[in-house]
């Protein structure tokens, strides 16, 4: 079995930081892409940054210049640098990755069960 397991979330003031993680386990034969997702109550989950195998990224413009994403190939693990948070950021975030595992023949997406950012003064 594959699991994606995330950490890093929690409370922050406006202008503040966190930084998640999103580690991969499991029979894991081979990681595409990965990225990270966020979903606000009442609202579609919308995709907030994405990095390939090669290191290639792309971002939501609402977090271009605050958020860095970066992925650990050794540790099948992505991470998300999220400086100079605003209210509007705050939602569940939900980690994603592509990937085959050992005894399939092709790549599926995967997800993290999600943790709570909050941003609040």
């Known amino acids: 079995q594959v699991q994606l397991v995330e950490s890093g979330g929690g409370l922050v003031q406006p202008g503040g930081s966190l930084r998640l993680s999103c580690a991969a386990s499991?029979?894991?034969?081979?990681?595409?892409?990965m990225g990270w997702y966020r979903q606000a109550p009442g609202k579609e989950r919308e995709l907030v940054a994405a990095?390939?195998?090669?290191?290639?990224?792309r971002y939501a413009d609402s977090v271009k210049g605050r958020f860095t994403i970066s992925r650990d190939n050794a540790k099948n693990t992505v991470y998300l640098q999220m400086n100079s948070l605003k209210p509007e950021d705050t939602a569940v975030y939900y980690c994603?990755?592509?990937?085959?595992?050992?005894?399939?023949?092709?790549?599926?997406?995967?997800w993290g069960q999600g943790t709570q950012v909050t941003v609040s003064s």
């Open positions: 499991g029979r894991i034969f081979s990681v595409n892409a």
């Open positions: 990095i390939t195998g090669r290191g290639n990224t």
């Open positions: 994603n990755a592509d990937l085959r595992s050992f005894g399939s023949d092709r790549y599926y997406d995967y």
